[in-house]
């Protein structure tokens, strides 16, 4: 299937849908919880008062507008397009993450929720919720896979200074999924008085649409700033993959600019061909998890199969039903890059930039360290540099056989 | 006259349905079907199977484990399939249900509602499919005459039941709590104005379950319904290695709700 007109692109539908992805594939119990949801976001998405307190709070609070920062001794070094960073690891938190806890906090205060819940694997949705919560006294439980618990032990001590409890999950796989089935379940005993924040454009609906909406500042302050720096908007886009929640934000505003093209890179782990990697999108099949239909990594029995990144934030055998749907109509080309590649681009970018950025970004980096030089200089490339690498120290450490 | 209505048609005797859930495979699909067997032999009127699955979202922690050790044994969906055909070659009468997640139905594509059938299967739970994502689904399973179970929770309104209701078989199982499998029960006088009020709108059966781990709370929920689902409790013993002890737990539920 081929995309040929994108201008009336509004999704989801009103079965909360992209095509045939997304939906809400929850128990019973929820139901109730998610359409009160979606009856209050409806309406503060059209509450002028609501969004400027969005606005200010990502004004003042996590310090936006991001700046979009010409790599040039990077550019230089490759020798093909220009390339930009859209700097989200300059945020409060150190992340992307955080433009999506402070919206969802308000929606939270606006429902009358005294708890919020979260899952996190890398620990930055878990760090970016902790904050808010703590910004507006609300209790606030994080969700988090033993595994990431140790490859994530500064963002743990992180959530917990900000007040938050970590609950450790070692149920299944150990990892980002296992805590979002925790985070359902806690979620289902207490929905009255709880508000769970998904940190990713994944989930039953409206999450999907929820967090591509608060992420999309990204993008929207994208387009007024390349063309205030070089005229036009971007030749190409390129963003990592999880869930997908950083990559969408910068997408999201450009999808109906096709001369824009758009690229999202996925964790290759050991290669592709491996099996051992954590790319739906390029090696996975159709079907339903956490509330949505979407591609998912899974054997012929429809187990989730348990997945493999040096990257715990890109450690999740699903991804967000729009990039399936964009993926299938052909508007984002999805691609992977490796550990190594990840880590060598960690290097490069740290050596060259001045700027060490996040285990996760580095994906996308790779993928551009592999492009870039192929393109003409008049090409502009700008990556959603999603995160940065502070809380990776101790897995770059690893990988290169040192210990701290 | 399909297999769950026999039962429930028992009702003009005043019998009170058992209905009991364990986990395919676990501890091993021997065990598993002996096990199925002792439950029918001690007075379970209806086996819900349930179908291992990587990521089961809605149960507690002791169900959870009983997914992770079938698994571990590596069961497969024909496993399943399977092991309920001989369940069925040894009885005729016993309502089989499999209750499960949709990534595991989904597996089987459009061969699920005949491979169902022909396995002798009588009806599919989805616990994670809810009454907004399931015509085709339901509409599916009606052709081979598979009733998709409702599940219907404390936070489900009346709006919203009386359009369940219009596409609801076989029965409806309240879910007597908000939250997973096994967890405390509080609200006892809740559960019985939910049941009663559901009963006022269908002639469907209804079913308690969630929560019950002991006779007398198996007594008083049967007391305004037409049965109860015991599951959390049964696993405890194969977790504990006790499963001789589970033919007096279920007989001990038997004659107490009845």
Known sequence: ?404 | MTRLEKVFNQKETKNKVLVTYTVAGDPNLESSKKILNDLIASGADILEIGVPFSDPMSEGPVIQKAHERALKKNIQFKDILNLCKQIRIKNKNVPIVLMGYMNSFLSLKNKLAKELNQAGVDGVIVVDLPYDESKSFFNNLKKENIDLIRLISPTTDAKRLKRMLASSSGYLYYVSLKGITGAELKNFNEVKNKVKNIKSLTNLPVVVGFGIKDAQTAKKMASFSDGIVVGTKIIDFIEKKSTPKISNFTKSLKKAIN
Request: proline residues 3%; charged residues 25%; positive net charge.
């Open chain 1, 1 to 404: 299937m081929k995309y040929k007109n994108l201008n009336n692109y509004a999704f989801p539908d009103n079965e909360g849908r992209f095509g045939e992805f997304g939906g809400k594939y929850v128990s019973e119990t929820l139901i109730t919880a998610l359409e009160e949801l979606e009856k209050v976001y409806a309406k503060v998405k059209k509450d002028k008062s609501f969004q400027e307190e969005v606005i200010k709070d990502l004004n003042d609070f996590v310090g936006r507008p991001s700046p979009l920062y010409f790599a040039e001794r990077w550019t230089k070094k490759l020798g093909g397009a220009k390339i930009y960073l859209k700097r989200e690891d300059l945020n409060h938190t150190g992340a992307h993450k955080i433009n999506n806890t402070v919206g969802q906090v308000l929606l939270a205060k606006k429902m009358g929720k005294k708890r919020v819940i979260a899952e996190t694997g890398a620990g930055q949705h878990g760090v970016a919720t902790a904050t808010v919560a703590a910004r507006h006294g609300l209790e606030c439980i994080i969700f988090m896979g033993e595994e990431d618990i140790e490859r994530q032990a500064l963002n743990v001590y992180r959530m917990k200074l900000l007040g938050a409890e970590v609950c450790s999950v070692d149920s299944g796989t150990k990892t980002l999924k296992d805590a979002m089935n925790e985070a359902m379940r806690d979620w289902v005993t207490n929905v009255e008085d709880t508000h769970y924040i998904i940190g990713s454009v994944a989930g039953p609906h409206p999450y999907p649409e929820i967090v591509r909406d608060f992420n999309s500042i990204v993008g929207k302050e994208l387009k007024i700033q390349s063309k205030k720096e070089f005229g036009k908007y971007p030749d190409i886009i390129v963003a990592c993959v999880g869930g997908g929640s950083n990559a969408m934000g910068i997408f999201h505003p450009f999808i109906k600019e096709t001369k824009t093209k758009l690229v999202g890179v996925e964790a290759g782990g050991s290669g592709v061909k491996s099996g051992k990697h954590a790319a739906p999108l390029s090696d996975g099949k159709v079907g339903v998890l956490h509330g949505m239909k979407t591609y998912l990594m899974q054997d012929k029995n429809g187990q989730i199969l348990s997945t493999h990144s040096v990257s715990a934030g890109l450690d999740y055998p699903g991804v967000g039903p729009e990039h399936a749907y964009l993926r299938d109509i052909g508007r984002v080309e999805y691609q992977s890059a490796t550990d190594q590649q990840a880590l060598k681009s960690f290097h490069d970018l740290t050596k060259t930039e001045g700027i060490m950025p996040a285990l996760e970004t580095s994906h996308a980096l790779a993928y551009v360290n592999k492009i870039a030089p192929k393109l003409s200089k008049s090409k502009t490339i700008v990556i959603n540099l999603s995160g940065r690498g502070d809380k990776d120290m101790f897995t770059v450490a690893k990988e290169d056989g040192m210990t701290l």
